[in-house]
């Protein structure tokens, strides 16, 4: 009989205490946030917008960092010869370039079917370099002109 008594004063519990959860859901929310923009890391680039006219400098021939279909890198600085480089030897070239001239703009021109990698490692150097910004040159889609828009 005692067991009967016990069994029918107990009541199952339906119901889920779901206040610890939203509690350690907003901590976690909040550790997240706080952590997120440290992680991220990136180069900073003055990236030129898609129907932007030509960014003409100061009157400072641009050097330009040329990255083939291949992987290759070649430093262009100035006078139409391409000189074939690695990356420290385009860190040491540009470090030269930007001591005389810190002005002079750093563009990089790549193939569109390599790595990103190989266009980010050219970025790195050049900011290393200490160029204030480093452009990329594009070209218009076919069938739009730069300075008009499509059409």
Known sequence: MKRKERRERRKP???????PYIDVMLVLLVIFMVT???ITQGVKVDLPQ???DPQ???????????????????LDLGDNELL????QLLFER?????????????????????DYGLVVDAMVA????????????????PGMDAARGPG
């Not at 074939?84 to 990356?87: A, F, G, S």
């Not at 540009?94 to 390599?114: K, N």
Request: proline share 11%; glycine share 8%; hydrophobic share 50%.
């Open 13 to 19: 519990m339906a119901e889920i205490n779901v206040v």
């Open 36 to 38: 997120a923009p440290l």
């Open 50 to 52: 898609a129907a932007a």
């Open 56 to 74: 003409l400098g100061d009157g400072a021939l641009p050097v330009v960092i040329h990255i083939d279909q291949f992987g290759d890198t070649y």
């Open 84 to 87: 074939p480089v690695d990356q």
């Open 94 to 114: 540009l470090v030269g370039v930007l001591d005389e001239a810190p002005a002079t703009p750093i563009m990089v021109r790549a193939d569109q079917s390599i």
């Open 126 to 141: 050049a900011q290393a370099a200490g160029a204030p910004s480093v452009g990329l040159v594009t070209q218009p889609p």
